[in-house]
């Protein structure tokens, strides 16, 4: 048991003309232990989930490396040494961690996703469609290039990938249609950084499914 000591001081009090007694105690502080503990990381809900492959789709795997051929197009991936793609008897595929990292956790709903997005990509393939909203504001589509006029004083022109498909219709509405996921996506948000819908209006190009929060413009003079 930790023993107190007690040691005093006695100043002279100037105005009281006494001697004032100060304690303190000095008691030594308790020893604090340390423990080690591994942590586990828990597995993703995400990447333990197998990937169907359909009849018409191809899969070639060396190593880390992965190509998936289909009817629309052809897709390859490299996979980081934290996870591995595996495939069983019964034709699905499976992304499995290497080492237990939080990384290779990360890592491992990531890559499990990505590869699904090329199986379905490949033979199903993606759409992301974006809507024209201002007065003027139209697109279309000449040879190779999307035409877009949105109230600047020149056209955009932006030239279309070739594994990318765009479709425009009623002068307002486009269609972007491919089997990379990645590549329309970036495609329809470099279409919408012209002019992305400002909230008071709504007006901008803006995607099909995309809720704009409106704010109330500022109110007249009071008479």
Known sequence: MASSVVSSFQPRSAFLGDR???KVSNTPF????????TIECKESRIGKQPIAVPSNVTIALEGQDLKVKGPLGELA??????????KEDSGLLRVKKTVETRRANQMHGLFRTLTDNMVVGVSKGFEKKLILVGVGYRATVEGKELVLNLGFSHPVKMKIPDSLKVKVEENTRITVSGYDKSEIGQFAATVRKWRPPEPYKGKGVKY????????????????
Request: proline content about 3%; cysteine-free.
């Open 20 to 22: 004032n007694v100060f």
């Open 30 to 37: 308790a020893q604090v232990g340390y423990s080690s503990k």
């Open 77 to 86: 991936l490299t996979y980081p040494r934290e996870v591995e793609l595996t």
């Open 208 to 223: 099909s499914d995309e809720i704009v929060r409106r704010k109330e413009g500022k109110a007249g003079k009071k008479k």
